[in-house]
Structures are given as C-alpha cells and as structure tokens.
C-alpha cells in the first residue's frame, strides 16, 4: 500500500516535470535522457556521480540524527562551509611544518569535523539557552558562515594576483587525498567514510540505547524528560554529531574535491541532504540508494545548458517534486487509512 | 555627503523595504492564523520571474502584480492543503517548496534572463511631493511603496482594531476555543494563508518590476531575501508596526553597507552585504531570550529593583509566537 502510494508520487513528479518541460517547449524525453546518460553514460561520469554522492550522504547520515531527536538542522548547509574553512586553515597552519603528509591531512580532516560540530552547537546553544528556534537560528547561521567564507577568500587568504571567486592558492598534490586515476577527483577514502558514517548512524538508531533516548526525545521531548532523560543535552549531542558529519563532507571538499576553499563550497549539500532526509521518511537503511540518485540527477544535468540550452536547475525541480509529491502522498494515504478505521 | 544626498538615500532605503514588507506582512498574517508558509524564499523568486515573464509578454505591468499575487496565492494554497487537509509537517512542505519553487524560478526564467521589460514608473504625489524634507523622502515614490507604507496601518488594524481580528489571532493562539465560538478554524486557516500568500507574491514582482528591475536568475540577487523575511517575521513578534521597523532596519543596514564601502576598503563588498544577518541573528536572540526558562530562573535570584528593571527590558523586547502555530487542528 504505502509502496503504490509512493510509486503514483514519482509518476506524478515525472509528470510535473514533463508539464515543466513542456512549458519551456523542451523535448521531454531527450531532457530525460540527456540526464540519464550525463549520469551514467561513461565510468567518468559515473565517477562524477560518486564524487558528489559522498558529501551528500554525510550529511544525510547526520540530518537523520537531528530529525530523530525531533530538530530541523537547516544550519547544515554552514556547518559544512565551517567543517571546509576548519580543514582549510589546518591546511595553511601545517602544510610547512615537515610532518607526514598523511599525518597532516588527517588533522586537518580532524579539524573540520570539530569546525562543524562547533557552528551545529552554536545553533544548538541558541535553541537551548536562547530560545532561537533553530530553523532561524541555523538559517541566520548559514548567512554567517557564507559571509565568513567569503572574507577569508577575499581578505586574509587571498590568491595573489587571481581574481578571488577561483578560491585560495590550491593546496601541494601531497596534501590531497589520494583518488582512484590522477584525472578522477574520486576518492576511494572518501567513499569508505560515507558509506561508514551511514552505517554507523544507521546501528546507532536501531540497536543502542543512545538511539533509543534520541528516538524517545524526538517522539515526546516532554515525556522523555519526565521520564529521566535529559533532554537539552540529547538535542546538543544530535546538533554535534551532525555537526561532525557535515564537518566531515566540508573537509572531505576541501581535501579530495577542489583541493582548496572556494566560495561555493559547500554547493548546496546541505539542503539537498534535507530533501533526501524527507524522501526516505528520516530513516537511515534506504539513504544511500536515494542519495545515490540525487546526486545523479545533479551530474546528469550539467550537461543540459550545452546540449538541449536547458538551465541545470531542471534537476532540482525534479528532486523538489518528488519530495513535496512523496509528502502529499503520505498525506493523502493516512487520511483515507483513517477514514478506512473509523468506517 | 551633502543633506540631498542623505535624503535620496534615506527614500531609496524605504523603496527597498517595500517588498521586504509585503513578504513580512503576508507571513504574519498566516502565522497569526497558525500556518508558517516557510516556502517564502522560493515564493519571492518565483513571483518575481513570473511577474515579470508576464509583465514582458502583456507589456501591462499592472498583469505582472496579479500574476504574482495568483502564484503567491497558489504556492500557499499548497502549504495548506498538505499541511491543514493532509495533516503534513508545514515545515517540511514548506521547506520542499522553498528549493522547488527556487529552482523553478531559474529554469522557467532562463529564456528571458536579461530581457528588458517594463518598469514601475515613479508617481509624485501632487502638493505633498513639495513639502521640504518629508516631500522628497515619502511623496516621491511608486505605487507600491505608498501601498507598502498603508499596509501597514491596514494590517495592524485587521488584526486589532476590527470585529475579525480576534477571530484571526484566536485560531491561531487557542483553536479549541475559537471552533467553541463559532469559528470554523480550518476554513478560516485556509483563507489566511491564502490572503497572506496573495500579499506576500506582490513582493517578487516589486522587486523584478521595480526595485531590481528585471531578471538575472542566480545573480538577480535574490536568493535569500524569503529566508530574512521570515527572520523579521519573528522579529515582528507578528505585530505588524514592529514588522515594519524591522524591514526598515534590514533595508537602512544594506544602505548603510554600500554607502559605507569605500570608507572600509579592507571589507569585501559581500561580506557588508550579509552585515544584516549576524545583527538578526543577534535580535532573534534578545527577542526570544525572554522565554528560555534558565533567565527567569536567574532573574528569580536577582534583587528586586534589578530583577524588575531587566524583566521590563525584556518583555518589552520579547515576542511569543502564536502558541498553536505549526500545529493541525483536529475537532473531537
């Protein structure tokens, strides 16, 4: 039932999308197709596909901590630029220190999961001794953080002698991580720490007590609290965790992906990972598969302006309907469920 | 800067806060009602695309106000429908809608990005246009800032001067108690919001019409302003005098940024841009601080003449938001 439900909210999404394309006199199919085979056509591609499926599985892996303990983390999108400016300033402190290159990258990737955890905390902080709802609290935030990003690339970090919107002065080859072919920016690390995070967050929601108490602050945080468990300090663990995720994906930016602090670095991630935390209804086993996707519906539309003049964005107008279609599905589903029991 | 100067700005900063208005007036009338329409950042990008699409193509600029108003309308009409029929999170969809409407906007907006279209004109008030200071400052402005500054006083009059006004604040404050006085809370919930997004789609086109006449996609500039408006909402403390002031300060402190750039040479341009939102987040703070419960402990322990003198400071800064705001409404 709950599967046919979703199935008609994909068909339904498609549709839109296609009445979208229709509008803006594209052909639909080879819109479809054109992302399809900027997806998946080559293993290049492909690798693409992965090399922006990492970040947004981090923080998905993170979001779906917050929403179980009942938060809406839309400061999520700073705590990434936070987690890259961390990682970023570790760089520039140790690259001429003579340690180990791999002793230094692993610091600096330490550094920026702390920088997230810290900008998530601060949000936290606001809601628990300020009262800051933490939608306003975060998003205010995210302001902050892009403005502070911009300073440090524009002001003490410049490039000399380079128009700034390219970023600082990208890092020496030995403080990258290592990728797969010297072409690719695909990073087999990477991978492994995304598909560890989900897994992780994953086992810690359904087998540990820490999972239960988060699940039970979410579901009633008065009742929790009535019940012995403290409440602000749950809320404050599940802003750093997700923190360390998005910290995580800002470094893993910074290290393997740009190999130096760009002013669009966090590149929506952030609410991207909302979106797919809602379309996998906050639970962590079908996160990968559906962040897998998003992120080839994201490569697969780079091509679209060269070849059918089509803006990119078509993605996330196709990313936006699922969710809002799968949420209205849902919807719908409970009101004729429950109108089924009462009759 | 010569006194003329000032004062040209100074009307300038009152232009730019007429969307900023229109966006902050039609959240607070639905979160009054007990809705939160937090898709309001894609609301403003894509009624400003949309009203200038059709202000391009009737060449009526009047049709591309009405246009924006129906997509503001429809936009909301969809927070309520998910969030009072389908009892969904109107965060959630809200949120959804935010990034769709956003992407939208770019999408439908490419083919004419960069076009030129038709602009509100300036419209001097006859008599008043030439009052010395106040003529050139409040008089010499368009159609939609003197619509702007009215909504104000109008809005502050429905919701506390005017026989519907309780009913508008009660579903919102005790649904229970307004569905026992007669009112049907979820109709009622369905029109504010719809009202609200009517006016708040005005705020789109103001801005691709008016105050950054056209369309750019990603570097109109726009990306954002919906995310302040509902900052200022809560500013506001949904009381639309207050409201107003903080549209006025946001709109004042951008001025300020360019204004004061060549003296901070040091500074890069965006970040004076954002100088805005670390002060909001700053005034989210004081305004909310009032309702954490560790301060009223602490206030508890304070002398008396202190505990009194801040209790009044904050209070007189606290705002609380309409405590069934979020929240279905469910008749037993």
């Known amino acids: 039932m709950n599967l046919l439900f979703q199935l008609i909210a994909v068909v339904v999404a498609l549709g839109l999308t296609t009445v979208v394309l229709i509008i803006s006199r594209a052909p639909p199919l080879r819109a479809y197709a054109n992302i399809v085979l900027g997806a998946v056509g080559t293993w290049d591609e492909f690798s693409n596909v992965l090399v922006s499926w990492v970040p947004l599985l981090l923080v998905t892996a993170g979001l779906i901590l917050t929403f179980t303990v009942g938060l809406w983390n839309i400061g999520i999108e700073g705590q990434i630029i936070l987690g890259a400016i961390f990682t970023t300033w570790a760089l520039r402190l140790l690259q001429s220190s003579g340690m180990h290159p791999a002793l230094i990258l692993t610091a600096s990737i330490l550094a920026g999961m702390v920088g997230g955890a810290l900008w998530a905390m601060l949000a936290g902080a606001l809601k628990a001794f300020g009262g800051v709802n933490e939608i306003f609290g975060g998003l205010g935030l995210n302001f902050v953080a892009t403005a502070l990003n911009l300073w440090l690339i524009f002001g003490p970090w410049k490039r000399p002698g380079v128009a700034s919107m390219s970023g600082t002065v990208p890092f020496p080859h030995e403080l990258w991580l290592p990728t797969l072919t010297a072409q690719s920016r695909l990073s087999p690390s990477a991978l492994i720490i995304a598909i560890v995070a989900i897994v992780v967050v994953y086992f810690l929601i359904r087998g540990t007590y820490f999972g239960l108490r988060l699940k039970a602050v979410g579901r009633n945080a008065s009742a929790a609290y009535l019940l012995g468990v403290p409440t602000w300090q749950y809320m404050m663990v599940a802003f750093a965790l997700c923190g360390v995720f998005a910290g995580l994906a800002g470094a893993i930016q910074v290290t393997s992906v740009y190999n130096r602090l760009i002013p669009a670095i966090s590149s929506g991630y952030g609410y991207m990972g909302l979106m797919v935390a809602m379309l996998v209804n906050y639970q962590a086993a079908l996160a990968a598969p559906v962040a897998l996707f998003f992120a080839a519906l994201n490569v697969g539309s780079i091509q679209l302006p060269i070849v059918l003049k089509l803006d990119s964005s078509l993605a996330g107008v196709l990313q936006g309907s699922l969710v809002l279609l799968v949420l209205l599905g849902q919807g719908v589903r409970q009101r004729l469920f429950a109108k089924g029991k009462s009759a | ?332």
């Open chain 2, 1 to 332: 800067m010569s006194g003329e100067l000032i004062l040209v700005g100074l009307a300038g900063v009152l232009t730019a806060a007429a969307p900023v208005l229109f966006g902050v007036l039609g959240e607070t009338i639905s979160e009054r009602a007990g809705v939160i329409n937090l898709s309001m950042n894609g609301t403003i990008l894509l009624t400003a695309m949309g009203g200038f699409a059709i202000a391009l193509a009737s060449r009526s600029v009047v049709l591309g106000f009405i246009g924006g108003m129906v997509i503001g309308g429809l936009v909301a009409l969809v927070v309520a429908f998910a969030s009072i029929t389908l009892h969904q999170s109107q965060v959630a969809v809200g949120f959804v809608l935010a990034l769709l409407c956003r992407d939208l906007s770019y999408f439908l907006g490419s083919p004419i990005m960069g076009s030129t279209g038709p602009r509100l004109s300036i419209l001097p008030i006859p008599f008043l246009r030439d009052i010395p200071v106040l003529g050139l400052l409040l008089f010499r402005q368009d159609v939609m800032t003197y619509l702007s500054f009215l909504l104000i006083a109008a809005a502050w009059l429905f919701i506390f001067r005017t026989r519907p006004g309780p009913m508008l604040r009660g579903i919102g404050e005790r649904p229970a108690a307004a569905y026992v006085r007669g009112a049907n809370v979820n109709r009622l919930r369905y029109f504010y919001t719809v009202t609200g997004g009517l006016i708040a789609g005005l705020a789109g086109p103001i801005y691709s019409l008016s105050v950054k006449a056209g369309w750019k996609g990603t570097i109109s500039g726009l990306d954002g302003i919906g995310w302040i408006v509902l900052a200022i909402t809560i500013f506001g403390g949904w009381n639309p005098f207050r409201a107003a002031f903080g549209a006025y300060l946001f709109s004042l402190l951008q001025w300020l940024g360019l204004v004061l750039q060549p003296a901070l040479p040091g500074v890069p341009s965006q970040v004076l841009q954002v100088a805005p939102f670390p002060l909001m987040i700053l005034t989210l703070l004081l305004v909310n601080i009032g309702n954490a419960e560790w301060v009223e402990r602490t206030l508890a322990r304070l002398p008396a003449p202190a505990r009194r003198a801040i209790a009044r400071i904050l209070r007189a800064m606290n705002a609380t938001p309409p405590s069934a705001m979020g929240t279905p409404f469910e008749k037993e």
